[in-house]
């Protein structure tokens, strides 16, 4: 089958605090770093080998997966010492590929969560005869993408920046960040340099009179950039909306790790994960949530649509509506964080510093 290439190098400046101290792909996601979830799933469906093109923090990926032989893989690690684009990256790890060059090698965007038919991605390519096959998904709002339309038989017809009008907006369809490059095309990128597939690649081949095929899968898709998006994917992971075979349980409502420890009245929802060593106090109401290892939520804490981070800890009837904590931080009891907020790692916020009046 196939091999892969996955992109992990970004530095996930939109996901901090979460990412201080953690690369983007590392940040756990229902349980297990959400890397954990996209290797799974390209094991599943008959990849054995992948190579891992790094650059933020490249020295936590190679301890915690090794070789990859206990997900069934065998993982190459190849980290960029300037960044490089996504252009740049795919071109950098090129001499560790084994396809020969009219071969096809399939690439992940390592912040995607996506219940994409990769078998059926790598079929499109091959029967259309493509130079790279993109997977495409509809969305109903296109003007925060660029746009790729296709003509009768699927074929790309142009790549178009974010529209700015109605009339820019000729089709719902984008790119879904997963491809497939025959090892040619890869061979070609320019080496040593900064490279973007979506600005210089795909127009220069489009140019140049390549085939360029879209396959449009519009299951689950999820760009898990921002905060908000990240805790979504997590709880719709633990929920079974968002399709994985290393989610550390059985889907539902919750999902308790090893070591947590809940109070019996309180109450877990909306796909909440609870990481391992935390606890839950009485009372405390958790929805659609992830709090990580060794956190501390205290009695009658109330907590929505948020990601807490490892070992802080959130003080009795706070509530927090769609917040992020930072690792290690601490927020004082009858705190009221809502609307995105976010508390950097270590911080402390002390009691009832932050309310709101009872008619907001």
């Known amino acids: 089958m196939t091999e892969a290439i996955l992109l992990v190098g970004g530095k996930g400046t939109r996901l901090r605090p979460l990412t201080v101290h953690t690369p983007k792909p590392m940040v756990p996601a229902a349980g297990v770093p959400f890397l954990t979830h996209q290797l799974a799933r390209a094991r599943a469906a008959g990849v054995e080998h992948i190579v891992l093109a790094t650059s933020y923090l490249a020295e936590v990926f190679e301890p915690h997966f090794g070789d990859g032989s206990s997900l069934g893989l065998h993982l190459e690690y190849v980290t960029e010492v300037e960044p490089l684009g996504t252009g740049g990256a795919i071109r950098n790890v090129a001499s560790r590929l084994h396809s020969g060059p009219d071969e096809p090698v399939l690439i992940f965007n390592g912040d995607i969560l996506t219940?994409?038919?990769?078998?059926?991605?790598?079929?499109?390519?091959?029967?259309?005869g493509a130079d790279v096959s993109l997977h495409l998904t509809r969305v109903e709002d296109p003007r925060r993408f660029g746009l790729v339309p296709t003509d009768g038989s699927g074929r790309v017809t142009a790549f178009l920046e974010k529209p700015q009008t109605p009339e820019e907006i000729v089709t719902d369809q984008i790119n879904a960040g997963a491809y497939v490059f025959n090892r040619s095309v890869i061979d070609s990128i320019p080496a040593g340099r900064p490279v973007s597939v979506e600005r210089e690649t795909?127009?220069?081949?489009?140019?140049?009179?390549?085939?360029?095929?879209?396959?449009?899968?519009?299951t689950y898709w999820l760009d898990l950039g921002t905060p908000q998006a990240f805790v979504r994917g997590s709880a719709d992971l633990v929920l079974g909306h968002a399709p994985s075979p290393a989610v550390p349980g059985r889907c539902g409502e919750r999902l308790v790790l090893e070591g947590a420890r809940v109070a019996a009245d309180a109450k877990l929802t909306g796909g909440t994960v609870i990481g391992a060593g935390a606890v839950v106090g009485e009372g405390a109401r958790v929805h659609g949530s992830t709090v990580l290892d060794g956190a501390v939520v205290e009695p009658g804490a109330q907590i929505q649509d948020s990601l807490i981070g490892?070992?802080?800890?959130?003080?009795?009837?706070a509530v927090l509506a769609g917040a992020v904590i930072g690792d290690g931080a601490e927020v004082g009891p009858e705190n009221e964080l809502r609307d995105g907020v976010r508390v950097w790692c270590d911080a402390t916020i002390p009691e009832r510093a932050i309310r709101f009046s009872s008619d907001e």
């Open 310 to 317: 490892a070992r802080s800890r959130i003080g009795a009837r």
């Open 115 to 128: 219940g994409l038919d990769i078998p059926a991605l790598v079929d499109t390519h091959s029967s259309s």
């Open 202 to 218: 795909f127009p220069g081949l489009l140019a140049a009179g390549a085939h360029l095929q879209g396959m449009v899968d519009s």
